[in-house]
């Protein structure tokens, strides 16, 4: 079975930096899209960012400019860049593959945005 490792995660004092990584502990063959979402205390998991098979990428409002989502291909493995970050930031993010079979998603990483 394969699953996703997720890394980066940690306390960051508000207008920080944090990258977090993601990469599947075997092979994952038809990836159409790699993407993180996160969940916040007392509310529903969303999505942050994707980046589709094409590199095409999708952003949630409320990062635009501030998150950046990226890709190695060759090691199948997606990042998310976060700067300038908030305290509504915080959250468990998660990582999140899409294939033309299953999906996969990571355990978890917490991020935490406070002084």
């Known amino acids: 079975q394969v699953q996703l490792v997720e890394s980066g995660g940690g306390l960051v004092q508000p207008g920080g930096s944090l990258r977090l990584s993601c990469a599947p502990s075997?092979?994952?063959?038809?990836?159409?899209?790699m993407g993180w979402y996160r969940q916040a205390p007392g509310k529903q998991r969303e999505l942050v960012a994707r980046i589709l098979s094409g590199g095409i990428t999708n952003y949630a409002d409320s990062v635009k400019g501030r998150f950046t989502i990226s890709r190695d291909n060759a090691k199948n493995t997606v990042y998310l860049q976060m700067n300038n970050l908030k305290p509504e930031d915080t959250a468990v993010y998660y990582c999140n593959v899409g294939t033309w079979g299953p999906d996969y998603w990571g355990q978890g990483t917490q991020v935490t945005v406070s002084s």
């Open positions: 075997g092979s994952i063959f038809s990836i159409n899209y």
